[in-house]
T-cell receptor
Framework: EAEVAQSPRYKITEKSQAVAFWCDPI?????LYWYRQILGQGPELLVQ????????DSQLPKDRFSAERLKGVDSTLKIQPAELGDSAMYLC???????????????FGQGTRLTVV | AQSVSQHNHHVILSEAASLELGCNYS??????LFWYVQYPGQHLQLLLK??????LVKGIKGFEAEFIKSKFSFNLRKPSVQWSDTAEYFC???????????FGKGTKLSVKP
């Protein structure tokens, strides 16, 4: 069964260091999402891509976070510099949907658990 | 802006009890509605979804949800829970021109054997 791949599964980093996460969506899925899930809360959307274009990054803290999906396939989320409050699970999801109403659900990866010390 | 409210933070039930988890959303346009489940140590999985048609939708593992447009609600139900249903449940709404998928804060369900 096809699945969304994320790496690493776990990452411990010191504050002020740079950290990057990688996501490989399900083949053929045009839409890719990055979410942050703080313990005890629901996933919060950070950025949404449609192919290689960002369609929504309104909740992305752009002073320290960046995301790219250069070829419209896999994606990288970077934090520089990391802060203690960035400790969370970072989830990647992909969908066949091409915008609202395209009748498709998102499939999630296992996530990357980031701990900033 | 869209938002999703899940009213119960933690629900504790005994096996065979009936379950209803509340979900309300705020968005005036057409929406797609989802319930996702996250079992301990596992990734989010789709439980069921509503796009259009019959407002009562059936999902996996005996779960169902009813879309009530006038109440902006999409409550999740199961007539008889099992210990294996212990998990966290997230309601999600997809709406807007960009198809943003917005989640509620989740409800943790603990089922006592």
């Amino acid at each position: 069964e096809a699945e969304v791949a994320q790496s690493p599964r776990y990452k411990i980093t010191e504050k002020s260091q740079a950290v990057a996460f990688w996501c490989d969506p399900i083949s053929g899925h045009a839409t890719l999402y990055w979410y942050r899930q703080i313990l005890g809360q629901g996933p919060e959307l950070l950025v949404q891509f449609q192919d290689e274009s960002v369609v929504d990054d309104s909740q992305l803290p752009k002073d320290r976070f960046s995301a790219e999906r250069l070829k419209g396939v896999d994606s990288t989320l970077k934090i520089q510099p990391a802060e203690l409050g960035d400790s969370a699970m970072y989830l990647c999801a992909s969908s066949f949907a091409q915008g609202q109403g395209a009748l498709a659900e998102a499939f999630f990866g296992q996530g990357t658990r980031l701990t900033v010390v | 802006a869209q938002s999703v409210s899940q009213h119960n933070h933690h629900v504790i039930l005994s096996e065979a009890a009936s379950l209803e988890l509340g979900c309300n959303y705020s968005y005036g346009g057409t929406v797609n509605l989802f319930w996702y489940v996250q079992y301990p140590g596992q990734h989010l999985q789709l439980l069921l979804k509503y796009f259009s048609g019959d407002p009562l939708v059936k999902g996996i593992k005996g779960f169902e949800a009813e879309f009530i447009k006038s109440k902006f609600s999409f409550n999740l139900r199961k007539p008889s829970v099992q210990w294996s249903d212990t998990a966290e449940y997230f309601c999600a709404v997809e709406g807007g021109s960009q198809g943003n998928l917005i989640f509620g804060k989740g409800t943790k369900l603990s089922v006592k054997p």
